[in-house]
């Protein structure tokens, strides 16, 4: 049974960094996409970053130039380094990956909190 399993969530002071981990446990793959997305109490689940083959990566407006998102997607291993956090980027984070046949898998998440 292949599962996402996601490190380093926990509480930080505004303005501190936190790195997230997310690694394949079971049947390793091969993945065409991996992400990360949030979700916040009361909002809906959002693409936060994403990384593809060859290492191209994108990132939503509200985290750009403070979140890095990385990995090794032949091993589907993704990392997400968040710095200088804000009280709003709270949020439980969701490890998300693409297989190249397009099978989706979904961590069970690690929960982000920020107190101001």
């Known amino acids: 049974q292949v599962q996402l399993v996601e490190y380093g969530g926990g509480l930080v002071q505004s303005g501190g960094s936190l790195r997230l981990s997310c690694s394949v446990s079971?049947?390793?793959?091969?993945?065409?996409?991996m992400a990360w997305y949030r979700q916040a109490p009361g909002k809906q689940r959002e693409r936060v970053a994403s990384?593809?083959?060859?290492?191209?990566?994108d990132y939503v407006d509200s985290v750009k130039g403070r979140f890095t998102i990385s990995g090794d997607n032949a091993k589907a291993t993704v990392f997400l380094r968040m710095n200088s956090l804000k009280p709003e980027d709270t949020a439980v984070y969701y490890c998300?990956?693409?297989?190249?046949?397009?099978?989706?898998?979904w961590g069970k998440g690690t929960l982000v909190t920020v107190s101001s």
């Open positions: 998300y990956a693409r297989t190249l046949r397009g099978i989706e898998y």
């Open positions: 079971g049947r390793t793959f091969s993945s065409n996409t």
């Open positions: 990384i593809r083959s060859g290492g191209f990566s």
